[in-house]
């Protein structure tokens, strides 16, 4: 049976430990296939608010990780035997390597490690740290690939105990990219201002639950 990611706050022991790489890899493994909702906020320059993307990650037992928007567009992305295919309403279907989009095969690895709580396949990939307490941490991923390195600077992951709330990306050029999941999402309805949200992906809002 698929299982969800949802929001979770039983956080044995002390919600004030420090929050280690192997704790965090732990709490928020989850068998695959899994799946969680997202929504990730694009900013820019001809729009008043960040443009607001909805949609399902889903990693698939074959370690297949497929990104579905359902608003305000429908997309389907499925990354998966070193191959990334694009679906969307109106537009044929396109298919390509990996080799060409890094940053895609990253998401996959990362993703997949993540929900696996390998930390060893992650650090094949990426240098870790962490900060913060089991009460609400940060998970920092520098890239080692020197490709995708060139094109993103490195990926914060934010969660308060159990539930991983956000990932922050940073491309080398361009502004901080950045996608609410589980709970956070529940909790950006109805919020546009870009402070408040940006408080939600890092836990600055209010933290109850994480313990």
């Given at each position: 049976m698929e299982q969800a990611i949802e929001p979770?706050?039983?956080?044995?022991g002390s919600v004030?430990?420090?929050?280690?790489a192997d704790w965090v890899l732990a709490k928020i493994a989850r068998p695959a296939p899994a799946r969680t909702p997202f929504l990730e906020l694009?900013?820019?320059?001809?729009l008043k608010?960040?443009?607001?993307?909805?949609g399902e990650y889903?990693?698939?037992?074959?370690?297949?990780?497929i990104r579905q928007v359902l608003s305000p567009y429908t997309e389907t992305t499925t990354i998966a035997d070193g191959m990334v295919r694009i679906e969307r309403d109106g537009r044929a279907a396109r298919r390509f390597s990996m080799s060409r989009a890094p940053e895609?095969?990253?998401?996959?690895a990362s993703f997949g490690a993540l929900l696996a709580g390998d930390r060893e396949r992650l650090e094949q990939h990426y240098d870790l740290e962490v900060?913060?307490?089991?009460?609400?941490?940060s998970l920092h991923l520098s890239p080692h690939d020197p490709d995708l390195a060139a094109r993103v600077s490195g990926m914060t992951l934010y969660g308060r105990g159990a539930e991983l709330r956000c990932i922050e990306s940073t491309p080398v050029d361009?502004?901080?990219?950045?996608?609410?999941?589980?709970g956070a999402v529940i909790d950006a309805e109805g919020v546009d201002d870009p402070a408040a949200l940006q408080a939600l992906c890092h836990g600055d809002a209010a933290t109850e639950g994480g313990g």
């Amino acid at each position: 049976m698929e299982q969800a990611i949802e929001p979770a706050v039983d956080v044995p022991g002390s919600v004030d430990s420090p929050a280690g790489a192997d704790w965090v890899l732990a709490k928020i493994a989850r068998p695959a296939p899994a799946r969680t909702p997202f929504l990730e906020l694009r900013g820019s320059a001809l729009l008043k608010a960040p443009l607001r993307v909805v949609g399902e990650y889903r990693r698939e037992a074959d370690d297949a990780l497929i990104r579905q928007v359902l608003s305000p567009y429908t997309e389907t992305t499925t990354i998966a035997d070193g191959m990334v295919r694009i679906e969307r309403d109106g537009r044929a279907a396109r298919r390509f390597s990996m080799s060409r989009a890094p940053e895609l095969a990253a998401l996959q690895a990362s993703f997949g490690a993540l929900l696996a709580g390998d930390r060893e396949r992650l650090e094949q990939h990426y240098d870790l740290e962490v900060e913060g307490s089991r009460r609400a941490w940060s998970l920092h991923l520098s890239p080692h690939d020197p490709d995708l390195a060139a094109r993103v600077s490195g990926m914060t992951l934010y969660g308060r105990g159990a539930e991983l709330r956000c990932i922050e990306s940073t491309p080398v050029d361009g502004g901080v990219q950045r996608s609410l999941l589980a709970g956070a999402v529940i909790d950006a309805e109805g919020v546009d201002d870009p402070a408040a949200l940006q408080a939600l992906c890092h836990g600055d809002a209010a933290t109850e639950g994480g313990g």
